[in-house]
C-alpha cells in the first residue's frame, strides 16, 4: 500500500505528533507499505537526520515544505502555502492520505486530497481548542473557531481516529461523524524499570529525597506551574525534563527544582526509570504518551482527571488522577505517595504490566485495518475485516473528580484501553 503522510511535525522536532508519525512510517516500511512523509521544513540549519528502516535499511521519503516559526512558540514550525505540497502527493500516487494532526498544512493536504480524488483518514492528537484557550487566541471565540476549523477538515475524511475515549467523546460531542478509536504505543524494552540508576538518583537527591519528575515541553497548556507545591515539599526532590518557552518563568517559579532540559533515546529511559513518582499537570493532553512511558518504567504516576490520563491512569491502582488545575490536589497526591514506598512500589509494578502489551505494532497493525477498510470503502468492495467500534465506553466525568485524600474508596477512571497483543518490538534510538 502506498501511503502519503501528512503531519504538521516530524523530527528533529520532539513532540508526540512527531514521535507517532515516525513510528508510523516505520511500521509501514517494517511491513512492506510505501510511506512518504510531508511536513513543514525546520528552522534554518537544523540536522534532518534520514531515517531508514527495514531489513533493507529502507530510506524513509520525506518533503519538506517552506516554514515559519509560529509567533511567541518558535519551536513550532507553520507550513506556508506551495505548490510541493500537491506536487508531492500527486508524485507518490498513494492508495490513502494519512493527515497527522491536521491543521494548517493538513488542512491543505485534506482539500489537496479532494482534488486528487484519494481516500483519508484524518488522526486528532491535539487539543487545538483547549490549545486556544490557553494562550488566549481571539479572545473568547478562539476555542469556537478552532472546533469549527477541526470539524470541517475531520468532516472531509473517512474516519477520524482518537487516541483515547476522552478524545473521542469529545469529537463526537462536537459534530466529528466517523471517529473511531487508535490509542499510541509505547517500546517496553527501551522504557524498563532495569534502566533505574542508583548513582543517578543520588546525584539528583543528595539527601535521599523521594524523586518526583515531570517529562515534557514547558509550555502555557502544560500547566507545570501547578508543581510550585511539589517542589517546596519537604524530603521531596522534582525533576523537570524538557524544554520550552515557559522555560524561564519555570525556573524562577521552581527555584529548588532541578531542570535537566531535553533528553532523548537511553539517557531518557534512565531518568523517567530512576524516578520514584511521575507527575503529570497538562489537563489538555488527549493521550498522554509521557504517562504510558512513566507506567511502562515501572513508576506510580500522578495525573490530571481529564483527557487521556483517564484512559492510562487505574485510579488508586497505577497511580492518582486529581482534578485538573488544581495546585492543591497535584501537591496532596504527590504527598500522599511521597510517604508510602509500598504504595508506589504497588502502583509501578502495576503500571508497568498494564502497558507491556501496548507495542506499537500492535497499534500499528490496528492502524493498517483502519487503512485497509478505508480503501475498500473508497473502492466499493466488501471489508477486509470487522471495523471497530466507532464510539468506545463512556469515561467518568471530570467533575467529579476531588483532591486525591478524599477519594480513597471510589474508582474514578476506566480501565486502560491497550492496543492489540502484539510480540514485544526492538529497542530503537527514536526521538520521544
Known amino acids: ?34 510511506p512518504l512523509v510531508i511536513t513543514p521544513a525546520p528552522a534554518r540549519g537544523s540536522h534532518c537526520p534520514a531515517h531508514s528502516f527495514g531489513p533493507d535499511a529502507t530510506e524513509l521519503p520525506v518533503v519538506r515544505i517552506p516554514s515559519i516559526p509560529l509567533p511567541g512558540y518558535p519551536q513550532v514550525r507553520v507550513a506556508l502555502p506551495s505548490s510541493r505540497l500537491g506536487a508531492a502527493i500527486a508524485a507518490h500516487q498513494p492508495d490513502i492520505v494519512h493527515l497527522a494532526s491536521p491543521f494548517i498544512l493538513g488542512a491543505r493536504g485534506a482539500a489537496e486530497t479532494r482534488r486528487l480524488g484519494l481516500p483519508s483518514i484524518a488522526v486528532y492528537q491535539t487539543d487545538l481548542a483547549g490549545y486556544a484557550q490557553a494562550y488566549r487566541v481571539g479572545g473568547g471565540v478562539g476555542a469556537a473557531a478552532a472546533w469549527h476549523r477541526i470539524r470541517s477538515i475531520h468532516t472531509s475524511a473517512a474516519r477520524t481516529l482518537a487516541p483515547s475515549t476522552p478524545a473521542a467523546q469529545d469529537l463526537t460531542a462536537h459534530g466529528v461523524p466517523r471517529v473511531h478509536l487508535w490509542p499510541r504505543g509505547v517500546d517496553s524494552l527501551r522504557f524498563h524499570p532495569r534502566h533505574r540508576d542508583q548513582a543517578l538518583h543520588r546525584a539528583l537527591a543528595p539527601g535521599g529525597e523521594v524523586l518526583v519528575g515531570y517529562v515534557g515541553r514547558l509550555a502555557p497548556e502544560k500547566r507545570v506551574d501547578l508543581l510550585a507545591g511539589v517542589a517546596a515539599l519537604p524530603g521531596v526532590r522534582l525533576v523537570i525534563i524538557g524544554d520550552g518557552p515557559s522555560a524561564g518563568m519555570l525556573k524562577e517559579l521552581l527555584p529548588g527544582a532541578v531542570f535537566l532540559g531535553r533528553r532523548t533515546g537511553e539517557e531518557l529511559a534512565r531518568c523517567y526509570a530512576t524516578l520514584d513518582l511521575f507527575v503529570h499537570t497538562g489537563p489538555l493532553e488527549t493521550f498522554c504518551q509521557t504517562i504510558q512511558e512513566a507506567m511502562a518504567s515501572g513508576v506510580p504516576v500522578v495525573g490530571p482527571a481529564a483527557g487521556g490520563p483517564l484512559d492510562l491512569v487505574g485510579h488508586r491502582r497505577t497511580g492518582l488522577l486529581v482534578a485538573p488545575r488544581d495546585v492543591r490536589a497535584v501537591t496532596e497526591a504527590v504527598a500522599e505517595l511521597a510517604a508510602d514506598p509500598a504504595r508506589r512500589a504497588a502502583y509501578g509494578k502495576a503500571g508497568r504490566a498494564d502497558v507491556r502489551s501496548r507495542s506499537w505494532e500492535g497499534v500499528g497493525d490496528l ?9 475498500a470503502e473508497h473502492r466499493g468492495e466488501p471489508l477486509p475485516v470487522a471495523a471497530p467500534s466507532v464510539l468506545p465506553h463512556p469515561t467518568v466525568p471530570a467533575q467529579q473528580i476531588v483532591p486525591a485524600q478524599k477519594t480513597a474508596s471510589r474508582p474514578v477512571a476506566p480501565q486502560p ?16
Open 367 to 375: 492502524l493498517l485495518r483502519h487503512y485497509a477498510e478505508v480503501v
Open 417 to 432: 484501553v491497550a492496543a492489540p497483543q502484539q510480540p514485544a518490538e526492538k529497542a530503537e534510538e527514536q526521538p520521544v
Open 1 to 34: 500500500m502506498r501511503v502519503a503522510i501528512v503531519t504538521e511535525s516530524f523530527p528533529p522536532e520532539v513532540n508526540g505528533v512527531a514521535h507517532s508519525v515516525l513510528r508510523t512510517a516505520e511500521h509501514l516500511v517494517r511491513r512492506g507499505h510505501q
